[in-house]
């Protein structure tokens, strides 16, 4: 009764998503820290619900590696390569013996996500399923999260082991704000993944490329090893802008229709980078 009075809600509707959608819009006046931490709650589970429901079974991405058969049982025998190894030798040496083994593909993602005034309420909630649906499909060590308005708040970091649960609770935490700058976010995303150890390194922007606050974040975009940018077709955009920084990261620009599709457009990409 509470949530429905201070949330203003509607009692015959209301559900975990529902809260989710209404916990960043602007309120005059102060709600009881309990109950918006209760509140918090409920909305973190509604998203990790439609997140899971996405992506399904979690299957890590794997890569099949060829090396010398170092101990017995270490992956399978590849009888082709040793036998070629073999080939003209009376007896065979120790490294002509070669094994498959399959590992996980390891990729370090950081992702920047606009959390400015305008993406209050329900656009903040539908991010928050697209952040979630990345962090179910990336091992926590290789997942950074950056949200950005005026300024760039890294809210996750790479080998920070994080669950989900606790990313999405970070991104209902901080509120809806301030103004739009892209070139701080691309700076804070880069600065992050230099400091992962893993070769395969992916930038992914959410933002309509309008930017009200920092300088043109081109020079930034063009410094990404590989940048995808989810560019959110709501009323101003700036898909110049957003093709352009893509293009130069090494990556491409994927446009979102409306925020409903976001997640789903989020689940692809990562199944694309991940294979």
């Known amino acids: 009764e509470q949530i429905v009075r201070s949330y203003e809600l509607d009692p015959e509707n209301l559900d975990g998503w529902m809260i989710a959608e209404n916990l960043t819009n602007i309120r005059p006046d102060p709600i009881d820290p309990d109950l918006k931490a209760y509140a918090r709650k409920l909305a973190v589970r509604a998203v990790l619900q439609r997140a899971f429901q996405l992506v399904g079974p979690i299957r890590p991405a794997k890569r099949q590696v060829a090396e010398v058969l170092s101990e017995p049982f270490r992956g399978e025998l590849d009888t082709e390569r040793t036998l070629e190894n073999m080939i003209g030798k009376e007896y065979p040496d120790p490294e002509d013996w070669i094994a498959l083994r399959r590992e996980q593909k390891r990729v370090q993602i950081a992702l920047m996500m606009d959390t400015s005034l305008s993406m ?66 691309l700076r804070a995303g880069r600065e992050e993944l230099e400091k992962g150890g893993v070769n395969r390194k992916v930038g992914v922007l959410i933002t309509d490329g309008v930017y009200t606050a920092g300088a043109n974040p081109i020079e930034e975009a063009s410094l990404f090893p590989r940048l995808f940018v989810f560019l959110t077709e709501y009323h101003k955009v700036n898909s110049e802008l957003c093709d352009r920084m893509a293009r130069l990261g090494g990556g491409r620009s994927i446009p979102v229709k409306g925020y409903e599709d976001l997640p789903q457009k989020m689940l692809e990409m990562a199944n694309q980078i991940l294979r």
Do not use: C, W
């Open 120 to 185: 209050s309420g329900k656009k903040l909630a539908l991010a928050a399923v697209a952040a979630a649906v990345l962090s179910l499909k990336v091992p926590s060590k290789d997942f950074a999260l950056i949200a950005f308005e005026g300024t760039a708040h890294t809210l996750s970091h790479l080998n920070s082991q994080e669950s989900p649960e606790m990313i999405v609770d970070k991104i209902f935490k901080h509120s809806a704000r301030g103004y739009t700058n892209i070139e701080a976010a």
